[in-house]
C-alpha cells in the first residue's frame, strides 16, 4: 500500500483537476482511493472501513468492505449514519452531509501522503449516540494537517442501529465500529504518510465518552498510544439489565420481537423514529412542567458485556489502558438547563424536587457552591453548575485522579463578550477552539457571528490548538500534570493559566457522593 507512483508504475501525469483542487492518489488493502490536494494538504473523504451495516450486516458487528477495482472517488463527503434531525451546534456546521445505509466511512487528512511517521489523530464525533458525522464540516482536519499531523474523521452507528442491546455479540456496535475503523488505521494510515504507532484518539461528548470506553475496550488495546476526552464521563455507561428493558420497549414500540431477526428488517426510517420516540422516553434529564432537557442519553455503553466487560471508570488505577490521557470540561456544561426556564419562577420547584431527587444536591452542597470561587448564590446559577459538575466535571477529575499513568486536566471558561454572562462558556463551545477554526463558526450564520462577536478569539485559539497538536505529537500538553495534592488544572480563557487544584471547594462537596 502507499501512494502512487514510479515505484509501481503509476503517476500523476499529468494532473487532473477535481474542484478547486488537484487529485491525489492512495493505495488502501481494499483498493485505490482518489482525493483533491488543495493549498497544500491532500484530503480523501468517504473511505470505507467497513461493510454497510445494514441488510444481513444489521445488528452484527461490522466485517471488512469488499475490495473495488479501479479508482474509488473520495473527493465528496460520506453521509453519516441514519439519524433523527436535529438542531446541531451552529446550525449546520456539525451537522451531517447527509444520512444513508454506507455509513461506515472515514475520512484522511494529511500534509503528504509521501511522507513517513507523523502523528495521526482519529476524531470521534459526539452526539449522544445519536446524532453528528465525522465528515461535517465543523470537524475538518485542514488545520492538524497544516502542523504535520495525518487527522482521521470516523463515522458510527448510531441510536438503535448502534447502542440497542439485543444480547451477545449485539452490544455496543457503535463502539465496534469505531474499533473496527482504529484497526483500519493500524493497517493503513502509514500509506497516507502516518505513523501506526503514533495514534491520539479524540473526541468531544459522546465522543469523549467513546474515547474513554476504548481504554477499557479489550479489542482495542494497542491501536492508539494516547487519548483525549473533551467533556466525557467515564461513569455514562449502563448494565445489561437496564439495556434490555430499553430493547425490550423499543421493541414493543415497532411491533416486532426483541430479537436481531425480528429488528433486522424493520425499515430504517421506522427506527430513526423509534431512536427519537426513545429519548423522550428513557433520556436521564429533569422536567418542570411540560420543559424538558436531556442530559444523559438512553443510548449508551452497555458494560458487562462482550465487547466492554468493565467500564472505564471502575479500571482508572488498574486495567485500564496506560496511555497518556488529556481530559477536561467546559465551565457551564448544563447551561441549556438554565435557558429553558421561562422565568424564575420555575425555579424553586426545580431546586426542591427535581435536584434533590436527581442529583442529591442538599444544603451542604449548595454552601459549597456560595463558597467556591464563582460564589453562587443565585438560583439558576446553581442548577446549572450542579448538573454540569454532577454530569461532566466531578467525573472527569475521579477518573483523573484515580489514574496510574500521565494524565493533564483543563477547564475552558472563556464565554461569549455579546452573550449574557449566565450562557458562559457552553456544551461544546470549545470544539472550534480546538480546531483553531472559529471563522468557520463565526461565518456558519447569525448564531456564530453572534456568539463570537467582531473581535473574534483568535488568541486563546491557537492556544488550545498548539496543546492539542503538542500532547498529539509529545504526550504532553504543556503543563504539569494532574496529581494530588496540587491537582493543577490548565484554564483556558483570554488569559489562559495553571490553576491549583480548581475544583477544590465544590470537588470537596461532592466527596463521598455517589454520581
Not at 448502534?162 to 452490544?171: I, R
Not at 422536567?287 to 455503553?301: I, K, M
Not at 489562559?496 to 470537588?507: I, L, Q
Request: aromatic residues 8%; contains cysteine; hydrophobic residues 40%.
Amino acid at each position: 500500500m502507499g501512494r502512487l507512483g514510479k515505484a509501481d508504475g503509476s503517476h500523476f501525469s499529468p494532473p487532473r483537476t477535481a474542484g478547486s483542487g488537484r487529485v491525489s492518489r492512495v493505495r488502501t488493502e481494499s483498493g485505490v482511493v482518489e482525493g483533491i490536494e488543495s493549498d497544500g494538504l491532500h484530503l480523501f473523504r468517504n473511505i470505507p472501513f467497513a461493510a454497510p451495516p445494514f441488510g444481513r450486516h444489521r445488528f452484527r458487528p461490522p466485517v471488512p468492505p469488499a475490495p473495488w477495482a479501479g479508482v474509488r472517488d473520495a473527493t465528496r463527503p460520506g453521509p453519516g449514519a441514519p439519524q433523527p434531525p436535529g438542531q446541531g451546534l451552529f446550525g449546520s456546521v456539525y451537522a451531517p452531509p447527509g444520512t444513508g445505509e454506507d455509513c461506515l466511512t472515514l475520512e484522511v487528512c494529511t500534509p503528504d501522503p509521501g511522507a513517513a511517521n507523523l502523528p495521526v489523530m482519529v476524531h470521534i464525533h459526539g452526539g449522544a449516540y445519536v446524532y453528528g458525522a465525522g465528515s461535517a464540516a465543523g470537524y475538518r482536519g485542514n488545520n492538524f494537517a497544516r502542523h504535520g499531523i495525518v487527522h482521521v474523521g470516523i463515522n458510527y452507528r448510531l441510536g438503535i442501529d448502534g447502542f440497542l442491546y439485543l444480547g451477545e455479540g449485539t452490544d455496543n456496535l457503535g463502539l465496534r465500529d469505531q474499533t473496527a475503523a482504529l484497526e483500519w488505521v493500524r493497517r493503513n494510515i502509514a500509506a497516507f504518510g502516518g505513523d501506526p504507532g503514533q495514534v491520539t484518539i479524540f473526541g468531544q461528548s459522546g465522543g469523549a465518552v467513546s474515547v474513554l470506553n476504548h481504554l477499557a475496550m479489550p479489542a482495542s488495546r494497542g491501536l492508539f498510544t494516547r487519548a483525549i476526552a473533551q467533556s466525557g464521563n467515564p461513569a455514562a455507561t449502563v448494565e445489561p439489565v437496564e439495556a434490555m428493558r430499553i430493547m425490550r420497549q423499543v421493541a414493543r414500540r415497532l411491533r416486532v420481537p426483541a430479537t436481531v431477526e425480528g429488528m433486522r428488517d424493520v425499515p430504517i426510517g421506522r427506527t430513526v423514529a423509534a431512536t427519537e420516540a426513545a429519548l423522550a422516553r428513557f433520556g436521564r434529564g429533569l422536567a418542570v412542567g411540560d420543559r424538558r432537557v436531556l442530559l444523559l442519553s438512553p443510548f449508551r455503553t452497555v458494560h458487562g458485556a462482550e465487547s466492554l466487560p468493565v467500564p472505564a471508570g471502575r479500571l482508572a488505577g488498574t486495567g485500564a489502558a496506560e496511555v497518556p490521557l488529556l481530559t477536561g470540561t467546559v465551565r457551564n456544561e448544563a447551561v441549556d438547563l438554565v435557558t429553558m426556564i421561562a422565568s424564575t419562577a420555575w425555579l424553586a420547584p426545580l431546586i426542591r424536587r427535581g435536584l434533590r431527587s436527581a442529583i442529591g444536591v442538599d444544603r451542604t452542597l449548595r454552601d459549597a457552591y456560595r463558597a467556591g470561587p464563582r460564589r453562587i448564590t443565585d438560583a439558576s446559577a446553581l442548577v446549572e453548575a450542579a448538573w454540569s459538575d454532577w454530569g461532566f466535571r466531578i467525573p472527569t477529575l475521579r477518573f483523573a485522579a484515580a489514574r496510574s499513568a500521565p494524565t493533564w486536566v483543563y477547564e475552558f471558561h472563556w464565554q461569549s463578550p455579546t452573550r449574557p454572562p449566565m450562557l458562559g462558556a457552553s456544551h461544546g463551545l470549545d470544539l472550534c477552539f480546538v480546531r483553531d477554526d472559529v471563522e468557520l463558526v463565526a461565518t456558519a450564520g447569525e448564531e456564530g457571528r453572534e456568539l463570537l462577536g467582531t473581535q473574534q478569539p483568535r488568541g486563546l485559539a491557537e492556544t488550545m490548538h498548539k496543546a492539542w497538536v503538542r500532547f498529539a505529537t509529545t504526550g504532553d500538553p504543556g503543563w504539569p500534570r494532574y496529581a494530588t495534592p496540587d491537582r493543577a488544572t490548565m484554564v483556558f480563557d483570554t488569559s489562559s493559566r495553571v490553576v491549583p487544584d480548581a475544583a477544590g471547594m465544590e470537588r470537596r462537596g461532592w466527596d463521598k457522593r455517589k454520581l
